[in-house]
């Protein structure tokens, strides 16, 4: 599947691209442009692999299926993590995120179980209740705005998932708190970033004061659980209850880190794929009906039991294309550890490499008709058939995202759950565009006509 490059620069090793601006300004503070729009056109201009300039840089963006899984899998070992998983260190330390090596190895181990199959089956039920509750809500109401409804959604399963529905003392300001954090990580993705976010500024004293006070909640949590001693097959209680190689339990430190790690990653990214599926069904009737006839078929017969995916597969379907059109992770970003090579390029020690489920997901030459919104593409036959590196909403290899199954699940319960209670349209002003930040988010606020389908 490499995709041949139209234009191969003088040295047949560095990949085809632009080349540096001409004005100096430009080759140290790089023009501010649609980030997505920026991206696409490198793959459709130089191919699937390239390479570009950024102020002083050089970056990587390998699409290419082949590629894509050279770096994230095939080739791992020779990329540390990208800028994105540095700047989380700022806010949960040596979490699962930005840990490597063994640290990153141990800790995978102690948490994946509370995101194998039968924990998830036992939130199943939690996801439901969370759901029902945000609909309740909608009685009574002519429009909702998504972010803030989804956002709220995903923070409860989080609580309830993450944190074994140990409640918080001060969820608002929790909320807000983390939000300032993932503002902070949108900020250290700028060029100027790494040096502006270390200025002894208003917003970064604001900043250091949010993440004192977050950590400070989150070990009150922690502190509170040990002394209850209440079991789950949640992440907190799974890391309360690990040991190291000496039978020694883990630090508060890394408890505090990996939690917070897990609420930062889980929460917006499921909230986001929420809002722009419910969005591109609100856009397509035909798809809604269906989704409402296999929701009521499904859940009028009681709670839905462990086994939700397996009965919903055509809000399985939607959620999936949904992450196709509108990935909430846009890029997975990488540093070269060493010289090394992907497919036929040099890749030289320190480069910054891109892969991008946004550029990937919408390549013609991949997915007929990128644009359009077609579940069927997600059949299990039309899966079987493409690359596995064709689709990546939640990146691959030993990296690849450890609440995938989680995210799925919520996802798929909560969008079947609201469309059988509500038939959804767009309540007017302009239609949402993309903000290409940390996450995919939408640009502003989100408003739809909510209407009951039942008296
Ligand atoms: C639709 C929702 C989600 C999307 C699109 C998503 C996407 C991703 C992607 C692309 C990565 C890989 C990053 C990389 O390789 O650099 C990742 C990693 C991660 N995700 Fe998710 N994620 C979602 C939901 C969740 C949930 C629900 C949780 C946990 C509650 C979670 C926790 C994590 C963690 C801890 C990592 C780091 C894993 C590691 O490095 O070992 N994510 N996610």
């Given at each position: 599947m490499s995709t041949a490059s139209p234009t191969r620069s003088s040295d047949p090793r560095v990949p085809p691209g632009p080349s540096r601006p001409k004005n100096p300004l430009r080759r140290v503070v790089p023009a501010r442009r649609d980030r997505l729009a920026g991206m696409t056109d490198l793959r459709r201009h130089f191919g699937g692999a390239v390479r570009f300039p950024v102020g002083p840089l050089w970056f990587y963006l390998f699409t290419d299926p082949d590629l894509t899984q050279e770096v994230?899998?095939?080739?791992?070992?020779d990329f540390e993590l990208g800028r994105m998983h540095r700047a989380m260190t700022a806010i949960a330390g040596d979490g699962l995120f930005s840990s490597t090596g063994d640290l990153h190895r141990r800790q995978r181990r102690i948490v994946q179980p509370a995101f194998h199959r039968s924990a998830i089956r036992t939130y199943v039920a939690q996801i439901e209740h969370s759901t029902t509750q945000m609909l309740d809500g909608w009685?009574?109401?002519?429009?909702?705005?998504?972010v803030d409804e989804m956002t709220l959604l995903t923070l409860d399963v989080v609580t309830d998932t993450i944190l074994g529905g140990?409640?918080?003392?001060?969820a608002d300001a929790m909320y807000d708190r983390m939000a300032v954090g993932v503002d902070r990580l949108d900020k250290m993705l700028t060029p100027l970033g790494p040096l502006l976010t270390r200025l002894p500024s208003r917003s970064n004293r604001a900043f250091d004061t949010a993440m004192s006070e977050l950590r400070a909640s989150i070990e009150a949590l922690i502190a509170r659980r040990r002394e209850e001693g209440r079991e789950g097959e949640d992440a907190m209680w799974a890391l309360l209850t690990a040991t190291d190689e000496d039978g020694a339990p883990l630090p508060d430190e890394l408890i505090r880190d990996e939690l917070i790690t897990l609420a930062l990653a889980g929460q917006e990214t499921t909230a986001i794929a929420l809002c722009w599926t419910l969005w591109l069904v609100s856009q397509n009737p035909d798809v809604e009906e269906r989704l409402a006839e296999e929701a009521e078929a499904v859940l009028s017969n009681g709670g839905l039991g462990g086994d939700a995916m397996e009965r919903l597969p055509w809000a399985r379907q939607c959620l999936e294309e949904g992450m196709r059109l509108y990935?909430?992770?846009w890029v997975v970003s990488r540093t070269a550890a060493r010289d090394t090579t992907v497919g036929d390029w040099d890749v030289p020690k320190g480069a910054n490499v891109f892969t991008s489920p946004w550029v990937t997901h919408r390549d013609p030459a991949i997915?007929?008709?990128?644009e359009r919104f077609d579940p069927?593409?997600?059949h299990p036959e039309a899966i079987a058939v493409r690359?596995?590196?064709?689709?990546?909403p939640f990146g691959g290899?030993?990296?690849?995202?450890?609440g995938s199954a989680l995210a799925m699940v919520e996802g798929t319960i909560a969008l079947a759950m609201i469309v059988r209670r509500y038939r959804l349209r767009?309540?007017?002003?302009p239609p949402p565009s993309t903000n290409a930040q940390l996450t995919l988010r939408p640009s502003g606020p989100v408003w739809i006509s909510v209407e009951p389908r039942t008296a």
């Amino acid at each position: 599947m490499s995709t041949a490059s139209p234009t191969r620069s003088s040295d047949p090793r560095v990949p085809p691209g632009p080349s540096r601006p001409k004005n100096p300004l430009r080759r140290v503070v790089p023009a501010r442009r649609d980030r997505l729009a920026g991206m696409t056109d490198l793959r459709r201009h130089f191919g699937g692999a390239v390479r570009f300039p950024v102020g002083p840089l050089w970056f990587y963006l390998f699409t290419d299926p082949d590629l894509t899984q050279e770096v994230l899998v095939a080739k791992a070992d020779d990329f540390e993590l990208g800028r994105m998983h540095r700047a989380m260190t700022a806010i949960a330390g040596d979490g699962l995120f930005s840990s490597t090596g063994d640290l990153h190895r141990r800790q995978r181990r102690i948490v994946q179980p509370a995101f194998h199959r039968s924990a998830i089956r036992t939130y199943v039920a939690q996801i439901e209740h969370s759901t029902t509750q945000m609909l309740d809500g909608w009685v009574g109401v002519d429009r909702v705005e998504l972010v803030d409804e989804m956002t709220l959604l995903t923070l409860d399963v989080v609580t309830d998932t993450i944190l074994g529905g140990e409640r918080l003392d001060d969820a608002d300001a929790m909320y807000d708190r983390m939000a300032v954090g993932v503002d902070r990580l949108d900020k250290m993705l700028t060029p100027l970033g790494p040096l502006l976010t270390r200025l002894p500024s208003r917003s970064n004293r604001a900043f250091d004061t949010a993440m004192s006070e977050l950590r400070a909640s989150i070990e009150a949590l922690i502190a509170r659980r040990r002394e209850e001693g209440r079991e789950g097959e949640d992440a907190m209680w799974a890391l309360l209850t690990a040991t190291d190689e000496d039978g020694a339990p883990l630090p508060d430190e890394l408890i505090r880190d990996e939690l917070i790690t897990l609420a930062l990653a889980g929460q917006e990214t499921t909230a986001i794929a929420l809002c722009w599926t419910l969005w591109l069904v609100s856009q397509n009737p035909d798809v809604e009906e269906r989704l409402a006839e296999e929701a009521e078929a499904v859940l009028s017969n009681g709670g839905l039991g462990g086994d939700a995916m397996e009965r919903l597969p055509w809000a399985r379907q939607c959620l999936e294309e949904g992450m196709r059109l509108y990935p909430p992770a846009w890029v997975v970003s990488r540093t070269a550890a060493r010289d090394t090579t992907v497919g036929d390029w040099d890749v030289p020690k320190g480069a910054n490499v891109f892969t991008s489920p946004w550029v990937t997901h919408r390549d013609p030459a991949i997915w007929p008709d990128p644009e359009r919104f077609d579940p069927e593409r997600f059949h299990p036959e039309a899966i079987a058939v493409r690359h596995r590196f064709a689709y990546f909403p939640f990146g691959g290899g030993v990296r690849k995202c450890v609440g995938s199954a989680l995210a799925m699940v919520e996802g798929t319960i909560a969008l079947a759950m609201i469309v059988r209670r509500y038939r959804l349209r767009w309540a007017g002003g302009p239609p949402p565009s993309t903000n290409a930040q940390l996450t995919l988010r939408p640009s502003g606020p989100v408003w739809i006509s909510v209407e009951p389908r039942t008296a």
